[in-house]
Structures are given as C-alpha cells and as structure tokens.
C-alpha cells in the first residue's frame, strides 16, 4: 500500500543471484516490519540460504537493492551485518562450538 514503506524495518527488492547457470534467487521481494516473525519455507536448494548469505553479506547479490530502515543497506560481512542486528545461524553448525558460545550472536544486543 502506498505510503506504508516507512513502517518496513528492511526490505529487499529484486534480489537475483546465480552461481555459474544456476540461478538460485530469482527477483526477490521481502518486506519486514518491526517485531514480526518471519518463516522462509522452500525445499532444499531453493535458495533460502543464499538469500540469508547475501543478507548478511556473505555472498553480493547479481542485482536488487535492499534498504534497512528505508535506507540503503549493503554489508561486507557478518561482523558489519551484526550492526544493525542481523545474524545468521547456520544450519552446517560446528559440534565443537556449544551454544552458549554462539548465542551473543544469536541475540545481539
Ligand atoms: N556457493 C555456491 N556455489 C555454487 N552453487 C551454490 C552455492 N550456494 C548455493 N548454491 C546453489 O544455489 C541453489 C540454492 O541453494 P541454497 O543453499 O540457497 O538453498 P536452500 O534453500 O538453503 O537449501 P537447503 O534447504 O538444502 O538448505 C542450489 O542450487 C545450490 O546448489
Ligand atoms: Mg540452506
């Protein structure tokens, strides 16, 4: 709806990525406001991870823009992303790391 942007903490818009002919993001669009919760569903290789790496600046998307409080959002890495309290969990966890040693990533404060 128009003029409800502002109320969207980040938001990706026209997110592609591929790696060599496989296009794994296909023109993404996520919108997030403050306090919600959102789930990512989709069957293995559908691209949930690569979308979550290129969030926190793991991968560079082909194209898209995304914006972190209606402004221009780009990280370099996981360290910067934590800036603005975004962090990834992932799914290949190390067993030698426990979780009280990975949750300050888990809650930044
Ligand atoms: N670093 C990479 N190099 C080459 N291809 C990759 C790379 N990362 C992901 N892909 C490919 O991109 C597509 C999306 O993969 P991705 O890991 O994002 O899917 P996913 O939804 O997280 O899957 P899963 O449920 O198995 O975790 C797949 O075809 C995958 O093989
Ligand atoms: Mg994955």
């Not at 003029?3 to 990525?17: L, W």
């Not at 790496?53 to 890495?77: C, N, R």
């Amino acid at each position: 709806m128009e003029g409800m942007q502002d109320s969207y903490i980040f938001e990706c818009k026209g997110v592609s990525k591929s790696f060599g002919g496989i296009r794994a993001l296909d023109n993404v669009h996520l919108k997030v406001e403050k306090g919600e919760v959102h789930a990512l569903l989709g069957e293995n290789g559908a691209g949930k991870s690569t979308l979550m790496k290129i969030i926190i600046g793991l991968y560079h998307a082909d194209s898209g823009t995304m914006t972190f409080e209606g402004k221009p959002y780009s990280v370099k890495g996981p360290a910067e992303a934590i800036n603005y309290g975004i962090s990834m969990i992932h799914q290949e966890l190390n067993p030698g790391i426990s979780f009280r040693k990975t949750s300050p990533f888990v809650f930044p404060s």
